[in-house]
């Protein structure tokens, strides 16, 4: 329930804010750490982090926190949650364009999670515009470009492309991330 909250709070410019500066994504970590097995405590903390950086948390801090690690456990633990793999391609994704989180969330296992996330629901337009950022943004490390083309970044790039052809932010996220793949 207190992660529900935290996220619902962070729906708000002030609500972020006041969280922001009370070190909510250390509690919101914690609780990630505390209770893996728990999925509603992982989707609610994964939409709270998710609105936290949005709201201009700095990265660094949910990378101090372990944050970007736990989130690609708790997609791979909950593959099949909607809200758990929604919230955390868009968690990947702002992580990603930082270098020390994309190191650790490359090392966690990111481009097979947010792949599969992709292949698994096609039909899911937040999951498929969140993960072509995350591929772009991941792909920016030239060294993992061959995983990602291993992971068929590049196909679930171009299927959501197809699928969405009507949203332009993806259009524009996937033609980027195919230029780098």
């Known amino acids: ?12 410019a002030q609500g972020s804010a006041i969280l922001i ?8 970590c914690a609780a990630m750490f505390a209770y893996p097995e728990q999925m509603e405590i992982q989707g ?29 456990e708790a997609m791979m633990e909950f593959p099949h949650s909607v809200h758990i793999q929604q919230n955390g391609c868009g968690v990947t ?3 990603a364009l930082d270098s020390h989180n994309r190191n650790a969330l490359i090392a966690a296992g990111s481009c097979e999670i947010i792949t599969k996330a992709m292949a698994t629901f096609p039909e ?3 999951i498929q515009g969140y993960g072509c950022a995350a591929i772009a943004n991941i ?8 995983r990602l083309k291993n992971a068929e970044a590049e ?6 492309m197809l699928k969405f052809s009507g949203n332009a932010q993806l259009q524009r996220v996937g033609e980027h991330a195919i230029s780098l793949l």
């Open 21 to 28: 500066a009370a070190g909510a994504c250390d509690t919101i």
């Open 155 to 160: 196909e679930r790039v171009v299927d959501a």
């Open 93 to 95: 994704a702002r992580l």
């Open 1 to 12: 329930m207190g992660c529900r909250a935290l996220a619902e709070l962070a729906q708000c």
């Open 124 to 126: 899911q337009e937040a």
């Open 139 to 146: 792909a920016a490390e030239c060294e993992i470009r061959e």
């Open 44 to 72: 609610n903390s994964c939409a709270a982090i998710c609105r936290l950086l949005d709201a201009g948390e700095a990265p660094s801090t949910l990378y101090r926190a372990g944050g970007g690690m736990r989130v690609a």
